[in-house]
C-alpha cells in the first residue's frame, strides 16, 4: 500500500513537472474564432449543437497525442520532422501555406480583442496596437518557463466562460440530454454549422506549436505517460468550456434564437441576466483572443525557421537570428495592421483564416500518421494497429468534414 | 570561392543528370551519388543512376568527363546493379536535409545542398568542397528541375554563399556499427569549448546525443555535460549504459556529478554509481546527502587546505602538485593543527610577498564560512555582501566540508 501511494506521489510530481504544452495547446484552441463558431451556434441553435462536443473531443485527444508523442520520442518539432522525412520542396510548401493560414488566424485573434474592448467602448484605434506592443514584448523579453506561466495563468481565467454559463440560469436538462444525444437535420445552416464546428477544432498551427512546445519542455519518453494524461485532461477541459459557451449563448437567446454576426451580440446578450455576464463573456473573450495573438506569431516563426534551417529563438538577439525576428514582427504588425483598417471585413477574414486551415490541415494530419508510423524514428513508440485504425478514421472524418466546410465556405462568402 | 564557374558543381545539379555510354546512347539520369568515406573522405566513388525499373551503380574509375552541359561520360560501361551498402554515404538519402554539426562554427546546422570540384585528371571526377546551408541554396533546391541550370546559378548568384567546408562537417549518426563503416570521427568535437559542445549537443535528437556523448572522450564528455541543462543531462545519462555513463561522471568534478546524479531516478544513479570508481565516489555519495537548494548541495569537496604555518615557497610547490584543481582555486584555506579551517588566502597575495613568508600572515583579517545546511539564499547574501569568490562550508568541528564558488552561484542564480 505505501508502495502504491509513493508511486501515486510520483506521477503528481512528474505530471506537475511537464503540465504546460498539451493544457496550453487545447485551450487556446478556443480562440477568437473558436469562441466566434460556438457563440454562432448556442445562439441559433440553442442546445441542440451541444452533442458534437464529445466526438470533437475524441478527434482532439487523437491529434493532440501523435503530436506530443512525436516531440518526446524524437525530440524534434513537426517542422524538422517534416524537412528530414519529406524534404525541402515540401517543407518549402507547407511553410508558405502555414504562414499564410496563421496570418489569417492573427488577424482573428486581433480582431476578437477589438471585439472584446468594443463591448466596453474602448476603440480598436487604442486597443489594438496596445495590444500588439504587449504581445511583441511578452515573447521577445520572456523566456520559455516565465512566459509558460503567463500562459497556465490565462487558462484558468477561462472559468468566466462556466461562470457566465452558470449566470443566464440554462435549462440543464436540456443542456445534458443534447450532450449525448446526436441530432441530426436537413437544414443546410444546421449542417453547416456542425461542420463548421469540427472543423475549426483542430488548426494546423496548434499540431506545429504542440509538437515544439514537448520539446521546448524536454518531455522524454520516461514521462510520457504523464505527459499524455496533461493533454487528454487539457482536451476535455477545452471541451468543458466550449459547453459552457454554447451553453451561455443558449440561455441567453432561448426565446429568440439568431444568427448572430460576431461576439459582441453575445456577450450583450447576456446583459438580462446581469452586468457581470457581459463581463466575464467578455474578459473570457479578450484572454482568449491575447493568449492566442501570443502564441500564433512566435509558433509560426519557429516552425518557419525550423524548417528551413534558420536560426530561431529569442534568446538570440536580432543579429544572430534576423529571419526569426522579422517574421515575427511582421506576422503581428500586419496582423494587427489589417485589424486597425476601417471597415476591413473581418467576418471575412475569419472565414480565410477557417478555408487557408482546412486547405492545411489534411496535408498535415497526413503527414503526422506517416511519421508516427515509421519505426526507425518511433521505436517502441509506434502507432499500435488498433489506435492506428482510430487515427486513420479520425483524420478522413475531420479532413472531410475541414474540406466540407471550406467547399461552403468559398461557395457563400457572406 | 574563385573557381572558374564550369570547375564546380552543386549536388542539385547532379541529380538527374543525365549519363551517357561510349556510344552516347543515354543510359539513365542520376539518382544519388555515395561517398565510401573509409576509402577516401571526400571523393564521390558512385553515382547511382536510374536506368528503367532498377539502379546501376556507376564507379568514379568508370567515368571520362562530368559537366553541366553535357552530362556524364562514361569510359566503361561493365555496370553493376546497386545494392545498398552500410559502407557509402549517400549525399542524397543520408546527407540532404539532415542535420550535421558545424565544428567550426560551433552549431548544428541542416544540409541545403551540396557543392563539389569537378577534378580533371586522367578522367573527371568530383570531389565534396563544401556542404551549403542558408536561403543562396534553398533557392537553388526550390528551382533545380523547375528552371534551367544555367540560369538557376545566374539568380542565385547575387545571394551571399553561406557554406560549410567539408573537413569541419561532422555527420551525426546513432548507430555505432554505421558510424564505423561511415568512419566517423569525433576528434574535432573533443577540440571545442565544453561550453560550445554543450550548445550543439542540446539541439540534437535524443539517439545522437547519447551516441556523440558516449563516444567522444570521457573527460571532454564531463566537462560537457556539466555544461548541459540538468533535465536534459539526466535523459542522457539515463541513456547511456551504465559502465559509460559512470566513465563520464568519474570525471565530473564531484559537486556536478551529485548534481547530475541528483536529477536521476534512484535506480539509475545507483547502477552508475555501482560502475564508478571508489575515490571520486566517496565524494559524491558524501554530497549526494546534501538537499540540492543548501549549501552542501552547491560546495564542491574538492579545495586546498594547507597548514597555516606553511611558507609561501611550499605552498607554490603544493600547489604545482595539484594543477587539476588549479582551474577552479580561487582562494586557499588554512588549518590549524587539529584541522579547523582558521584562515583563508586569496590567491592574488601569493604574489606581494617573498618566499619566506607564512601563509597565515597572508590571511584575510575575518574568515567568512557557513554551514552545509544553510539556505542557498542566504549563501548568495553572503557572496553578494562580502564580495566574495569563495565560500568555504564548514562542518560543527570547524573542518572544511567543501567550497562554493562564484560560478555556482551565478548559476544559481540565473535559474530562479
Not at chain 1, 206 to 230: C, D, H, I
Not at chain 2, 272 to 296: F, N, R, W
Amino acid at each position: 500500500m505505501p508502495d502504491l501511494i509513493a508511486r501515486f506521489k510520483r506521477h503528481i510530481v512528474v505530471f506537475l513537472a511537464v503540465l504546460g504544452p498539451g493544457f496550453i495547446t487545447a485551450m487556446v484552441d478556443n480562440d477568437s474564432g473558436g469562441i466566434y463558431t460556438y457563440s454562432q451556434a448556442g445562439a441559433r441553435w440553442l442546445y441542440l449543437p451541444l452533442w458534437t462536443l464529445l466526438p470533437i473531443t475524441i478527434a482532439l485527444i487523437v491529434a493532440q497525442e501523435m503530436c506530443s508523442r512525436m516531440g518526446a520520442v524524437t525530440g524534434k518539432g513537426l517542422s524538422d520532422l517534416i524537412r528530414e522525412e519529406f524534404g525541402l520542396r515540401m517543407t518549402f510548401g507547407i511553410m508558405i501555406l502555414l504562414v499564410l493560414a496563421n496570418l489569417t488566424n492573427i488577424v482573428a485573434e486581433f480582431a476578437g480583442v477589438a471585439t472584446a474592448l468594443d463591448i466596453f467602448g474602448v476603440s480598436k484605434f487604442i486597443s489594438v496596437p496596445i495590444a500588439a506592443v504587449l504581445v511583441w514584448f511578452l515573447a521577445v523579453k520572456g523566456n520559455y518557463q516565465s512566459v509558460e506561466k503567463i500562459f497556465l495563468f490565462a487558462c484558468v481565467i477561462y472559468v468566466s466562460y462556466i461562470a457566465a454559463g452558470i449566470l443566464v440560469r440554462p435549462d440543464w436538462k436540456e443542456a445534458a440530454i443534447n450532450s449525448v444525444r446526436p441530432q441530426l437535420m436537413m437544414d443546410s445552416g444546421y449542417i453547416t454549422m456542425l461542420i463548421a464546428m469540427v472543423g475549426t477544432t483542430i488548426a494546423p498551427w496548434m499540431q506545429f506549436y504542440l509538437q515544439a512546445a514537448v520539446v521546448e519542455k524536454g518531455v522524454t519518453p520516461k514521462e510520457y505517460r504523464e505527459s499524455r494524461f496533461e493533454v487528454i485532461v487539457g482536451c476535455i477541459l477545452t471541451s468543458v468550456i466550449a459547453f459552457f459557451i454554447i451553453v451561455a449563448c443558449a440561455g441567453a437567446y432561448r426565446d429568440h434564437p439568431t444568427d448572430i454576426q460576431s461576439a459582441k451580440e453575445a456577450a450583450l446578450a447576456l446583459k438580462p441576466f446581469g452586468e457581470y455576464a457581459v463581463l466575464l463573456f467578455s474578459a473570457g473573450l479578450l484572454n482568449a483572443s491575447v493568449f492566442a495573438a501570443c502564441i500564433l506569431p512566435l509558433s509560426t516563426a519557429y516552425s518557419v525557421c525550423e524548417g528551413l534551417g534558420f536560426e530561431s529563438g529569442v534568446s538570440r538577439t536580432w543579429n544572430e537570428a534576423p529571419i526569426f525576428y522579422w517574421l515575427y514582427t511582421l506576422l503581428i504588425v500586419i496582423g494587427a495592421g489589417i485589424v486597425i483598417i476601417p471597415r476591413f471585413p473581418l467576418v471575412q477574414m475569419i472565414l480565410l483564416s477557417q478555408v487557408l486551415n482546412g486547405m492545411l490541415l489534411p496535408f498535415i494530419l497526413i503527414f503526422m500518421i506517416i511519421l508516427i508510423n515509421k519505426k526507425n524514428l518511433m521505436h517502441e513508440w509506434i502507432n499500435p494497429p488498433a489506435y492506428n485504425a482510430v487515427a486513420w478514421i479520425t483524420v478522413i472524418v475531420v479532413i472531410g468534414m475541414t474540406l466540407a466546410l471550406t467547399g461552403i465556405t468559398i461557395r457563400n462568402p457572406q | 570561392m574563385t573557381a572558374d564557374k564550369f570547375d564546380f558543381l552543386f549536388f542539385t545539379e547532379t541529380l538527374g543528370m543525365p549519363v551517357y555510354d561510349l556510344k552516347h546512347r543515354r543510359i539513365g539520369r542520376v539518382k544519388d551519388a555515395a561517398i565510401v568515406p573509409l576509402i577516401h573522405p571526400a571523393r564521390v566513388d558512385r553515382f547511382l543512376v536510374g536506368a528503367g525499373a532498377s539502379w546501376l551503380s556507376v564507379r568514379y574509375d568508370q567515368i571520362a568527363s562530368i559537366s553541366l552541359s553535357d552530362g556524364i561520360k562514361l569510359s566503361n560501361e561493365k555496370l553493376y546493379p546497386y545494392h545498398s551498402d552500410e559502407y557509402m554515404l549517400r549525399i542524397g538519402r543520408d546527407l540532404l536535409d539532415q542535420q550535421i554539426i558545424d565544428v567550426n562554427g560551433r552549431k548544428v546546422v541542416r544540409v541545403n545542398d551540396v557543392t563539389f570540384e569537378i577534378k580533371h585528371e586522367e578522367r573527371d571526377f568530383l570531389v565534396v568542397l563544401e556542404v551549403d546551408v542558408g536561403i543562396r541554396s534553398i533557392l537553388r533546391r526550390l528551382t533545380q528541375g523547375v528552371v534551367p541550370p544555367k540560369w538557376v546559378r545566374k539568380v542565385q548568384r547575387p545571394i551571399e554563399p553561406n557554406s560549410i567546408r567539408w573537413e569541419f562537417c561532422n555527420i551525426v549518426e546513432a548507430d555505432p556499427l554505421r558510424r564505423l563503416r561511415l568512419n566517423i570521427s569525433h576528434d574535432k568535437l573533443e577540440l571545442l569549448h565544453p561550453a560550445d559542445l554543450a550548445d550543439i549537443v542540446e539541439e540534437l535528437g535524443p539517439a545522437e546525443r547519447e551516441a556523440i556523448m558516449g563516444t567522444i572522450d570521457s573527460e571532454v564528455a564531463a566537462e560537457a555535460l556539466s555544461e548541459i541543462d540538468p533535465r536534459m543531462q539526466a535523459s542522457i545519462l539515463e541513456g547511456l549504459e551504465p559502465e559509460v555513463a559512470a566513465d563520464i561522471v568519474d570525471e565530473m568534478s564531484p559537486d556536478q556529478a551529485a548534481d547530475a546524479l541528483g536529477e536521476l531516478e534512484d535506480e539509475t544513479s545507483a547502477e552508475i554509481l555501482d560502475e564508478m570508481e571508489s575515490e571520486p565516489l566517496e565524494d559524491v555519495k558524501e554530497l549526494l546527502e546534501y538537499d540540492e537548494h543548501t549549501a552542501g548541495g552547491m560546495m564542491n569537496t574538492e579545495a586546498i587546505v594547507l597548514p597555516e604555518e606553511t611558507t609561501l615557497d611550499t605552498a607554490m610547490k603544493r600547489l604545482r602538485e595539484h594543477e587539476d584543481l588549479l582551474e577552479n582555486t580561487h582562494v586557499l584555506f588554512l588549518a590549524d593543527s587539529i584541522g579547523k579551517i582558521t584562515g583563508a588566502v586569496p590567491l592574488a597575495r601569493l604574489f606581494l610577498a617573498d618566499g619566506a613568508t607564512q601563509m597565515k600572515d597572508l590571511s584575510l583579517d575575518r574568515l567568512i564560512s557557513t554551514t552545509p545546511g544553510e539556505r542557498e539564499s542566504r549563501v548568495t547574501e553572503l557572496f553578494d555582501k562580502y564580495n566574495l569568490l569563495a565560500l568555504p562550508v564548514l562542518q560543527e568541528d570547524g573542518t572544511l566540508a567543501g567550497v562554493i564558488t562564484a560560478d555556482d552561484v551565478i548559476s544559481v542564480l540565473r535559474h530562479r
